[in-house]
């Protein structure tokens, strides 16, 4: 497995697993069942929006990896994996709603605020959103070792200055570089490789 199809497929599977946890974590886990009908209550308002809160570290730690190094991807990776595994015990324990929000589901069509509560196969979704995200940061953890930065591309490397000309020496400090940084100073090697890449 090449690099980017590693990253390609972590990256897939880490948002569709929050794209699922999303979508399924506002689906009617339960229903308020009452004589006059059914009030509908989301997975969100059975868990204290713990399910939404889930998807959102998901989608977060994903934009966050995109800017980190190899050890850092791997430290998100495993947080990742521990957020997919608390999504699919949040949808295999499926929360049961509090009384408070049973009552406001039933107030929407029904005079009754006592109803019993019936259970919809939406939270095993929500624990497969999981089961995907959990993987997605196992793939993060093994793969990104093997990936670039991405912020090496916008690193300048060591440049070519000509200490004995004031005008280079302004230059350089215009374009950022340090003159006093022997790090920042191409030496003559680097400086020669830079033309021939240059030529080609």
């Known amino acids: 497995m090449t690099a980017a199809t590693g990253r390609l497929l972590a990256y897939a599977t880490l948002a569709l697993g929050a794209l699922v946890a999303f979508v ?9 069942v009452v004589a006059e009908g059914r009030g509908p209550v989301s997975g969100n308002l059975s ?7 889930l998807a959102v570290v998901t ?6 990896s995109l800017t980190l190094a190899a050890r850092g991807r791997q430290v998100l990776g495993a947080v990742l994996a521990l957020a997919g595994s608390g999504m699919v015990w949040v949808g295999a324990a499926r929360p049961r709603p509090s009384q408070d929000v049973v ?7 029904s005079l009754s605020v006592d109803g019993t509560l019936e259970a919809t196969p939406w939270p095993w ?4 959103g999981g089961v995907l995200v959990a993987v997605g940061g196992v793939l993060l953890v093994v793969l990104a070792p093997r990936w670039g930065s ?10 070519a200055v000509d200490l004995e000309d004031p005008t280079a020496i302004w ?12 790090s920042a100073i191409a030496s003559p090697e680097q400086v020669e490789k830079q033309d021939r890449k240059s030529q080609r």
């Open 103 to 109: 009552q406001q589901a039933l107030r929407s069509f």
């Open 150 to 159: 991405r912020r090496s591309r916008f690193e300048r490397g060591p440049v």
């Open 125 to 128: 979704a929500y624990a497969a």
């Open 171 to 182: 230059k350089a400090l215009d374009a950022g570089v340090d003159p006093t940084d022997q």
């Open 47 to 53: 868990s204290g929006s713990l399910t939404q809160a």
């Open 59 to 64: 989608v977060a730690g994903v934009l966050l």
């Open 24 to 32: 399924t974590g506002a689906q009617p886990w339960w229903n308020a």
